[in-house]
């Protein structure tokens, strides 16, 4: 094993510009901890806002970026029985919350935060913190689930708890959006997709889209969902862009229905109309990710159904400045992989 790696580390100050290469030495895994070669992480738009310096003063201003890997144990820490050398393991986005309900401390543990991130050859992580790679996952593929895929996991089924036959609408090609439309479809749900592309809805309807709007064209989108469902609204929405499109969330969704908050892409609200949100009896649900339980739940359904992460693109570990500019021009339709 080498004595020294690579990493890319956010250092003197936000902003690309200051995301660079580094050399630190391998660590070493303490008492119930394991030492993971890294192969694969992705990028989420949270790891834009962390590069950005977007989480303000509760922000540190050095640290490795990236909450979302997969790689190989190389080493095993004193009184580790979880894993073996040489096991495929994925890292869990919140490292101290393994089951229960969120608190605080939980909440501090996020990696490529809270935490170091996986933007490195070799991470040291808890044992507890991390779970096996399913055999038909590549590590690519791998490397796209904790956070995205269990952020979609949580708003759909742990949280949403959508049944069959119920409507769910789902926003932008995204990869959280694109996992919620795979687990929608899992539960037996109809699915409208929106974008402001066709030929990313042409993507969305390949995945089981059983309807299609471009936002683009078509504006007051929410009025268009509700009269695909014959005006009784979606039972469900996925809400990524925040509270710059949750007018239209608002429109679509029925009396007593969902919407779970995931995103903020589309910038602040115009006229937010709370009045509805009350009159029509309506739940606003916060989702932060979840817990290392519900990411076992999720891989479980994934492979007996041989779910696969839609994967956009793959970009070497020298390119990462590349793999976050192709984030930021937002053509993408998926999740975008470094390979480490």
């Not at 991470?123 to 689930?145: H, I, M, N, Q, W």
């Not at 990313?200 to 504006?219: E, F, Q, V």
């Amino acid at each position: 094993m080498p004595q020294t790696m690579q990493v890319m580390e956010l250092s003197g100050g936000f902003g690309l510009a200051n995301l660079k290469p580094a050399t630190r030495d391998v660590p070493a895994p303490g008492a119930g901890q394991v030492l993971v070669r890294m192969r694969a992480a992705s990028l989420n738009y949270r790891d834009t806002l962390v590069v950005q310096g977007g989480y303000g003063s509760r922000q540190r201003k050095s640290l490795v970026p990236l909450s979302d890997g997969a790689g190989e144990v190389a080493a095993l820490g004193s009184g580790v029985t979880r894993f073996k050398v040489g096991a495929r393991v994925v890292a869990s986005f919140f490292q101290g919350w393994i089951s229960g309900e969120p608190t605080q401390e939980k909440f501090a543990s996020s990696l490529g935060g809270g935490l170091d991130g996986v933007l490195a050859e070799y991470c040291v992580f808890d044992a507890e913190g991390l779970v096996p790679t399913p055999g038909y996952l590549s590590d690519e593929e791998a490397a796209c689930v904790p956070c995205a895929g269990l952020t979609a996991w949580s708003a759909v089924v742990t949280q949403g708890d959508v049944r069959p036959g119920q409507v769910v609408l789902v926003q932008g090609t995204g990869g959280v959006s694109l996992f919620a439309l795979q687990f929608a479809k899992l539960c037996g749900a109809e699915v409208i997709a929106t974008s402001s592309s066709d030929e990313k809805l042409a993507r969305s309807k390949a995945l089981g889209a059983d309807h299609l709007i471009n936002y683009k064209t078509t504006p007051e989108w929410g009025k268009a969902a509700r009269a695909i469902t014959k005006g009784r609204g979606v039972d469900h929405v996925v809400e990524v862009g925040g509270a710059g499109t949750l007018k239209e969330s608002i429109r679509a969704v029925k009396i007593g229905g969902t919407i779970s908050m995931i995103g903020v892409l589309a910038g602040p609200a115009n006229d937010l109309p709370v009045p509805l949100i009350v009159m029509q009896n309506l739940r606003l649900q916060g989702v932060t990710v979840g817990s290392r339980e519900g990411l076992e739940a999720m891989l479980t359904a994934m492979t007996r159904h041989g779910t696969k992460p839609v994967v956009d693109r793959v970009f070497p570990m020298k390119e990462a400045h590349a793999a976050f500019e192709h984030m930021t021009a937002a053509r993408h339709i998926g999740k975008i992989v470094v390979r480490i």
